[in-house]
């Protein structure tokens, strides 16, 4: 019975008051339009990279899920590197256009990593996206030759720690083991390879990467969409003059 009063007493005044409604309606969109006027709005868009595996690779074969994480934790590192950023940043910055490193953010989307560039100019986050995809590429490129060069120079150290054995017997075995200085080769090859392995920043031979689509220009912004600011302006504006409606007939009874 109670809820029913309560029903009741709230249509009446909601008809009784509604311009109050209306008023503080029309005073939200008002308010939210001047303020999309004075904010510039924010456009964007991304451009991606593809990644995968060589699952045919005698190094990819019976891989674990976490060193999988790990190499894809490690190639994103490649892709966002701030040295990447900066020379994107002074690339495509000029006049108006002031991209900060807050402009740039990697989104990861099945088998792609997204390169997502927001900027008060459409055009301006397009080029980034872009030559931000390009040097990425290049860049995983040349780690991955690292890391490439560090797996052939494994598979050498261990092939001369097993001429090492006693019970390895074979033509190559018989003449490195006549070599007085087979030990510091073995060393120095290590030292390579370790070198070769910082090199590659976490990048196997395993590692596969080749763009994916590039960035299109975009037509809507995404932050100071001027239609939807005004819609929610509206929209608190109608629950704040109802919420004024309910604190004045509270004072009235």
């Known amino acids: 019975m109670n809820s029913d009063i309560d029903l009741m007493d709230i249509r009446k005044r909601i008809i009784k008051y509604w311009w109050i409604i209306i008023i503080t309606g029309l005073v939200g969109a008002a308010f939210s339009l001047v303020v999309s006027v004075f904010n510039v709005p924010i456009y964007e868009t991304h451009a ?16 674990s899920q976490s060193r999988l994480d790990y190499m894809e934790s490690k190639s994103s590192l490649v892709i966002i590197d701030s040295s990447i950023i900066n ?13 900060t490193s807050e402009s740039f953010s990697l989104q990861r989307r099945v088998s792609l990593w997204d390169l997502v560039v927001r900027s008060r100019n459409p055009q301006a986050a397009a080029d980034a996206a872009n ?41 190559l075995c018989s003449s490195i083991r006549n070599l007085p200085d087979l030990s510091e080769k073995i060393s120095d090859l290590t030292n390579q390879m370790d070198l070769e392995t910082k090199s590659s920043l976490g ?51």
Not at 87 to 99: A, F, M, R
């Open 48 to 63: 991606s990279i593809k990644f995968g595996y060589d699952f045919d690779g005698i190094t990819a074969r019976n891989i």
């Open 87 to 99: 020379q994107v940043i002074q690339s495509v910055n000029s006049g108006s256009i002031d991209l």
């Open 131 to 171: 030559l931000w995809q390009n040097l990425a590429i290049q860049h995983l490129d040349q780690v991955r030759s690292h890391g490439i060069e560090a797996y052939a120079l494994s598979l050498e150290v261990d092939a001369l720690n097993n001429c090492t054995k006693l019970n390895t017997q074979n033509d």
């Open 203 to 253: 990048i196997t031979i395993a590692n596969l990467f080749e763009p994916g689509d590039k960035a299109q220009i975009p037509s809507t912004p995404t932050i100071n969409n001027r239609n939807l600011m005004v819609f929610t302006g509206t929209l608190i504006g109608l629950l704040l003059g109802y919420l004024i409606l309910n604190l004045r007939w509270l004072k009235i009874s």
